[in-house]
T-cell receptor
Framework: SQQGEEDPQALSIQEGENATMNCSYK?????LQWYRQNSGRGLVHLIL?????REKHSGRLRVTLDTSKKSSSLLITASRAADTASYFC????????????FGTGTRLLVSP | NAGVTQTPKFQVLKTGQSMTLQCAQD?????MYWYRQDPGMGLRLIYY???????DKGEVPNGYNVSRLNKREFSLRLESAAPSQTSVYFC??????????????FGQGTRLTVV
């Protein structure tokens, strides 16, 4: 079964609004990553947060990590139509070589 | 710098046919992965190669085989295609030497239809 589960499955907002999506995972991790996928394209890495970090920023992106709850959130501020995409969390488990395991994704639609 | 290159981009197979999906990366990464993506299922790991000369099963390996030909190339083979293998296949690579920075780079995908 997959490690991460995103919530909500789909999100529809207006340009300028903030978008928040959540990810829950099951096992201990080294880090958690967020990826974006535009329709019909490969995934693109957005941001990585390590297990000893609680919050990280990159441009309009803000990621939080709560290892006690095994959850993370991705906030996109001041959304733009170009942010329309699917967003996936991925975890790299702690201990030995752990493959990157993806969640099921959140489809974000930003309307002009 | 091409990153991760997958071929072909599209393929239609008849049930029972075989084919090999090719993947090559030019970033000198140790680790490579094959995922499949189905609607509503996200990405599921088929096989991975932690380093040159090693391969391991992922979440959904049945019906597939892989070869890590060298550090650059990692191929996925369908020996006898089935309609259930209709999917979009993604190859990815990462520099797993840094355990705290395992960002993955993805190819553009292969859209496979088995009829």
């Amino acid at each position: 079964s997959q490690q991460g589960e995103e919530d909500p499955q789909a999100l529809s907002i207006q340009e300028g609004e903030n978008a928040t999506m959540n990810c829950s995972y099951k096992t201990s991790i080294n880090n958690l990553q967020w990826y974006r996928q535009n329709s019909g394209r490969g995934l693109v890495h957005l941001i990585l947060i390590r297990s000893n970090e609680r919050e990280k920023h990159s441009g309009r992106l803000r990621v939080t990590l709560d290892t006690s709850k095994k959850s993370s959130s991705l906030l996109i501020t001041a959304s733009r139509a170009a942010d329309t995409a699917s967003y996936f969390c991925a975890t790299d488990g702690a201990g030995g070589f752990q493959k990157l395991v993806f969640g099921t994704g959140t489809r974000l639609l930003v309307s002009p | 710098n091409a990153g991760v290159t997958q071929t072909p981009k599209f393929q239609v197979l008849k049930t029972g046919q075989s084919m090999t999906l090719q993947c090559a990366q030019d970033m000198n990464h140790n680790s490579m992965y094959w995922y499949r993506q189905d609607p509503g299922m996200g990405l599921r790991l088929i096989y991975y190669s932690a380093s040159e000369g090693t391969t391991d099963k992922g979440e959904v390996p049945n019906g597939y085989n892989v070869s890590r030909l060298n550090k650059r190339e990692f191929s996925l083979r369908l020996e006898s295609a089935a309609p259930s293998q209709t999917s979009v296949y993604f190859c990815a690579s990462s520099d797993s030497a840094d355990r705290m920075n395992t960002e993955a780079f993805f190819g553009q995908g292969t859209r496979l239809t088995v009829v």
